[in-house]
């Protein structure tokens, strides 16, 4: 087995071995949405490949689409953003990790729980980790000791609002944090992926909020416009030196994002009702499933944006065991919290499934802790 594999990646893969024997799995380990493109995104894709758009181009991303993004930010944020501050990728996954190749540095602090791919990247470029802990007790907010650990580190990453725990950091904590990279040239890699995706009460602040240039803001198509296929994102900063410097990596490596899918997005962009129809799915489902955990005895701080449930299982039940036994018994994949740092006691759930699959999954969730006490 590749050791660089998260441990989500493990899950789906042996559910997937399960599948190919017979068995109906029921997939809530990885973030894609059941939910279907909306069609005008589709058609205008397939308008634009029949119009000729199949060929190289627009490494950086389409003009009109680096406008539309830096409009749509700077609508929802509190930045002044053109299209130069701004260069398309192919997913949010590719933008991270030639960040880092591009950053080329050599360590890494992570704000604990973190999405598993953090480690793997830095694992693949041989970046050494600096584990910075958040704890469910404190709301998953880092202290103050944890975030000057920082200051030991080239990268300070972190996703906000939170994969797995659907936390937003207050602007305190924001704050913080800037002032320790600003404090020796560091960079800030800020995956602000679910940044529109928010229905609790704390306000998001974003790191290109701020005057400081060494920060590089990640985004994606995939979960707010349920375009997880469609393979594409963009990254964002105040510095254009950065952006120029990305865009120029981005075409030696990639070539850009294919122009059709480019078009696809700026329909998206164009159409923002349909991220207001997603973001009202989610967090009902996530409202859903929370209160039916805890009725199971699983125990979380109520998640304020994105798709994901990160409670700690119920008193009694060691987690690692029950990831292994809802897969092989209940027929449920989840994340093990394992895969998010050091915290084996809690589960990953994505809650973007439709009702009915939720439901079932309640079921099968409680029958697997009746056949474990
Ligand atoms: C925090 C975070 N960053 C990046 C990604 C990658 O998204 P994409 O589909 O755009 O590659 C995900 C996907 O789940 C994610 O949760």
Known sequence: ??????????ISRIARELEAKGLDIIHMEIGDPELDTDKRIIDAMYRAALEGYTHYGFSQG??????AIAEYLNSKLDTDLD?????????GKVAIYLTLRLLNKKR???????WGLYH?????????VVSIRSEFENRWIPTDEEIRKFGETDIISLVNPSNPTGTILPKETIDKIVEIASEKGGYIV????YFDLTYGKTRFTSFLEYDYDNTIS???????FAMTGFRVGFIASTSKDLITRFARYMRLVLGGVPPFIQFAALEALNN??????????????????MNELKKLGFRMVEPEAGIYLFPKVPEGIDGIEFVEKLLTLGRVAVSPGTGFGDYPDFVRFTTALKKEKLEEAVKRIRHTLEEMV
Not at 62 to 67: A, C, F, G, Q
Not at 120 to 128: A, N, P, T, W
């Open 190 to 193: 800020a995956d602000e992926l």
């Open 272 to 289: 923002k009702d349909i991220i207001e129809r997603n973001r009202k799915f989610y967090k009902e489902q996530t409202r859903y499933l």
């Open 62 to 67: 389409l003009p009109e689409l680096r406008d």
């Open 1 to 10: 087995m590749d050791s660089n594999e998260p441990p989500h990646y493990r």
């Open 83 to 91: 299209r130069d501050n701004i260069c398309l990728t192919p997913g």
């Open 218 to 224: 990640i985004f994606s198509f995939s979960k707010n």
């Open 108 to 114: 890494i602090g992570v704000l604990e729980p973190i």
């Open 120 to 128: 793997s990247f830095s694992k693949v470029i041989d970046l050494e």
